[in-house]
């Protein structure tokens, strides 16, 4: 009865918005049962919108019943500013960046309290990391997150921080005035960087990617093992890749305001 509680009120809009967000990187697959738990609906009304946005193409049913985003869903994704002219501005350096510290390489944006991953680039002999092309990540523990959070608006840190910082290993940041700190720093010396605290054994570098008018629109981060790399040998590469994406970001918005 709870399910139906709080579904009152929602538009059919808003419900089938709450379907589809009941996926996320740890629930990638689920039963029509637990579609309409996350999603707190009814379940007749979750068999009905979900059967509506698999016939639409928003949601693929595989052999065993269970439910996954569809492809449609990622077609119209791939169509966003964000994700086509931010990633073709960045993945050549990407490509560089990856080849050249032979470790994992990725592409973030600030989306509320979360750094949602643009892009992600690795080699076999990269270190296994959580992050995923279109995933999600905290941003306290995440050095691309960091950036970010360094750069958000002073009214963003302190409701992220009222939010409560959780601890993902025992060498996450989670006092708020040490992570404010670390903030300042992040913006004095240009770069974060991270040690062990979002996995165990993994550290991270990242910078600020600026667009023409020096705003902080990404991020662009490396993540190795912590045993094997110096966090200044990978901010020297990464440096140049971020100013050379933000140049090419600039030309884009000169061209599109030429052509204006």
């Not at 509680?5 to 589809?20: E, F, N, Q």
């Not at 439910?67 to 119209?76: D, M």
């Not at 994700?83 to 509320?112: G, K």
Request: a positive charge; proline letters at 5%; charged letters at 25%.
């Amino acid at each position: 009865m709870a399910g139906n509680s709080r579904d009152t009120g929602r538009s059919v809009t808003g419900r089938a918005l709450s379907v589809l967000t009941a996926f996320d990187g740890e629930h990638t697959r689920l039963t029509l049962t637990s579609i309409a738990r996350r999603s707190a609906i009814p379940l007749a009304t979750a068999h009905r919108l979900v059967g509506e946005l698999e016939a639409w193409g928003a949601l693929e049913r595989d052999d065993d019943g269970r439910y996954a985003i569809g492809l449609r869903l990622w077609e119209i994704g791939m169509l966003t500013p964000v994700r086509a002219v931010l990633r073709e501005a960045a993945l050549p350096h990407m490509q560089e960046l990856c080849e050249s510290t032979r470790e994992n390489v990725h592409l973030a944006v600030r989306d509320r309290w979360e750094a949602v991953f643009v892009e992600k680039l690795s080699l076999p002999r990269s270190v296994s990391i959580v992050s995923r092309t279109g995933g999600r990540l905290p941003l306290h523990p995440t050095g691309v997150g960091r950036v970010l959070l360094a750069h958000a608006p002073t009214r963003v840190v302190r409701e992220y921080c009222e939010r409560g910082l959780a601890r993902y290993t025992p060498y996450t940041i989670t006092e708020p005035g040490r992570l404010a700190r670390e903030l300042r720093a992040v913006r004095s010396r240009g770069f974060a960087r991270t040690s062990e605290e979002m996995t165990l054994g993994n550290c991270s570098v990242a910078v600020p990617v600026r667009d023409g008018t020096g705003s902080v629109v990404a991020a662009l981060g490396v993540v190795a093992r912590s045993v094997r790399v110096e966090h200044s040998k990978l901010v020297k590469p990464l440096l140049p890749a971020a100013e050379a994406i933000g140049r090419r970001l600039a030309e884009h918005d000169l061209a599109r305001s030429d052509a204006g």
